[in-house]
């Protein structure tokens, strides 16, 4: 494993969940009608979870462990990931593991129908997650790189 190349890929990575982050939080607070702005989160929120299952797959290739691939790929990638880091002891990422899943389950349902037909409430209470997830997120996958370091 070439820890400077795994490190910077996850620091791209990392101003990537950050970019996104930063949309989400500016559109969360824009007046606009609540159709733009329920199709502006909903793209948002997919971006988020594809910038964490980018970050994931960046450290399984980098561990020269296989990529997942075919219809169950996203949850697959997740398994191998909890794997890593019980491997690497980290222990304490229950909270954050769950995010990505609810994060993964949301970018399902998402892309198989219009961002603007999604349940409001929901994506309200996945854009609140994201805000109080986002700083946990990094905080594990920076974790994960300087033990791998």
């Known amino acids: 494993m070439n820890v400077e190349r795994l490190r910077e890929e996850i620091e791209f990575g990392l101003s990537n969940l950050d970019r996104i982050y930063s949309h989400i939080l500016t559109f969360k607070d824009a007046d606009v009608d609540r159709q733009i702005l329920q199709s502006a989160l909903s793209y948002e929120c997919i971006g988020y979870f594809n910038a964490i299952e980018h970050l994931i797959i960046r450290f399984l290739k980098n561990m020269g462990k296989p990529v997942p691939t075919g219809p169950a790929s996203h949850r697959d990638a ?28 949301f970018r399902h349902v998402a892309t198989k129908i219009y961002g603007f037909l999604l349940d409001w409430n929901k994506l309200k209470a996945i854009v609140e997650e994201v805000g109080t997830m986002h700083p946990l997120t990094k905080e594990l996958f920076t974790r994960l790189l300087v033990t791998l370091s």
């Not at 997740?78 to 769950?98: P, T, W």
């Open 78 to 105: 997740l398994h191998l990931f909890k794997n890593v880091l019980k491997e690497q002891g980290i222990d304490s990422a229950e909270d954050v593991m769950r995010f990505i899943e609810e994060m993964m389950a």
